[in-house]
């Protein structure tokens, strides 16, 4: 196998290793912050609140994330570029690059699942702990900051680590809808180096090492460090 490409190609690789980075950390972020609140409103006694929240789960947990990539960027943003407001618009040059849809169907898709999964931990919390936190005289606002979901996050560290590093595997699929994500780049290298492997070596072997990485991260997550004496 020859590699002799990858001093050529270096730019392209950072740039979609940098797009890949982007793409996972808006979609983690924004994601889990829409996954807190899907998953108190899955838990609302208001069906108001509760039934849409559980339809929006049923449909972006049941469908592909492809799919769903396809439809806002085809579909709605098709939409968008038929109405020539918007093309004139402060907007545009954001509606009409394909890594916002890809991000907004990453940010959908977690809050889905990751909803789902925290509203189980929330509800695994022992009832025990909330109501000895309302006895010390915190509001819900505080119970929830401090003491519900801190716990509920515990329980289920390591179901967010395997949600984590599918989200990272699934930025890889901003390259179908032309962005030059590090996948993108690869494929932009197999173009033009009409090499076939050597390519998805490389970036494969990348997304492993951010695997890791994520996975140390979360490793981290929670330990104190110990006082020396």
């Not at 490409?5 to 996972?24: C, D, Q, R, V, Y």
């Not at 939409?79 to 954001?94: D, E, Q």
Request: aromatic share 12%.
């Amino acid at each position: 196998m020859d590699f002799s490409w990858i001093n050529s190609f270096a730019n392209e690789l950072l740039h979609g290793l940098g797009i890949t980075l982007k793409l996972l950390a808006l979609s983690g972020v924004f994601g889990f912050l829409l996954a807190v609140l899907v998953a108190l409103g899955r838990l609302s006694s208001n069906p108001l609140i509760s039934a849409p929240l559980r339809a929006y789960t049923a449909v972006f947990r049941g469908t592909p994330l492809l799919v769903q990539i396809y439809i806002l960027y085809y579909g709605v943003g098709s939409v968008f570029a038929s109405y020539p407001l918007i093309r004139g618009s402060f907007l545009w040059p954001y509606l009409r690059e394909g890594f916002w849809y890809v991000a907004l169907a990453l940010i959908l898709c977690v809050g889905a699942y990751v909803g789902e999964v925290l509203r189980g931990a929330l509800r695994a919390v022992p009832r025990g702990e909330l109501e000895a936190a309302r006895a010390f005289g915190m509001k819900r606002l505080m119970v929830l900051r401090r003491v519900w979901l801190p716990r509920a996050l515990e329980l289920v560290k390591p179901t967010l680590v395997g949600e984590t590093v599918l989200l990272l595997k699934a930025t890889a699929l901003a390259s179908t809808v032309a962005v030059t994500d590090l996948l993108g780049a690869a494929n932009l290298v197999r173009a033009q180096t009409l090499r076939v492997y050597e390519p998805l070596l490389a970036v494969a072997v990348i997304y492993i090492v951010l695997a890791f990485v994520i996975e140390h991260v979360f490793s981290r997550w929670g330990k104190v460090p110990q006082r020396q004496a």
